[in-house]
């Protein structure tokens, strides 16, 4: 019998009781429902919904998280479609809403607001459960880091982009996840959670580290070159791991806690 529920933007979404077609709109929940067990359930993903590899063989691809083709989702007869804040635009949701298609909207901003996502996620597709051990998970390596000791945050610069140049800025999952293992991302701008940078204002704040990112824009090596003169140690990392919320993120977590751990013997001392 469908149910509404109400998402993560306040929606109220009808939805049957256990779905049994599904298009996810966001990487990182598709590679959830792999691990809820419910990949043949999905109907419909994202060309950059790619883990785990051939895990979704049945799976018809919609384009990508900023241009699906809704006319084509549509078409799959979905009873419930994930979408997130962040990943997805409100003009496709809204187009997909108006066709009669149920859209879910998450939106966690932290990475205790992750784990009830995907509980609640979890639920949604049947598998409670799974959602809520997938949740525990990530509270108990929280809780791990917690115990752990808190020491004073590294002041980190991760851009996401460049030309422009634009950070990782606060109110973000990332920020958040970054915030738990010990970094303070910078700069801090009001009102904008990946704001647009000059490189020489970020350098003049002296950050401790640099963390570049392999996604959404893919920093390699050569890019660590336009902070070879500054105090800050310069790393690349994983960006799924940063900002991908699912199975990943217990991983995650100890990874950056790692990483900060190894960073702080190396990072030179401020003048």
Known sequence: MPDAVTDELG?????????RRIVSLVPSLSEA???FRVSDRVVGLTDY???????????TRVRGTKNPDTAAIADLEPDLVLANEEENRRIDVERLRDAGVPVYVTAPRSVPDAARTLATVGALVGEEGAGAGLAQAIERALDQLVSGGRPDPLRTFCPIWR???MATGRDTY???????TGFEVVPVVPG???????LDAVRALDPDV????????????SDRQAFADWRARTRLVDGTQLTWYGPRTPY???????????????????P
Do not use: M, S
Not at 192 to 198: A, I, L, S
């Open 210 to 221: 640099v963390l570049l990112p392999d996604e959404p824009y893919a920093f390699g090596r």
């Open 11 to 19: 929606a109220q979404v009808t939805l049957p009781e256990v779905p």
């Open 252 to 270: 995650a977590l100890a990874e950056f806690g790692r990483r900060n751990r190894e960073l702080r013997r190396r990072v030179p001392t401020r």
């Open 33 to 35: 429902l792999w691990w």
């Open 174 to 180: 990332a920020a958040d996840l970054l915030a738990w």
């Open 163 to 165: 030309d422009p140049w």
């Open 49 to 59: 919904c790619v883990a785990p590899p051939h895990g979704f063989p049945a799976a």
């Open 192 to 198: 904008e959670r990946y704001p647009q940078v000059d």
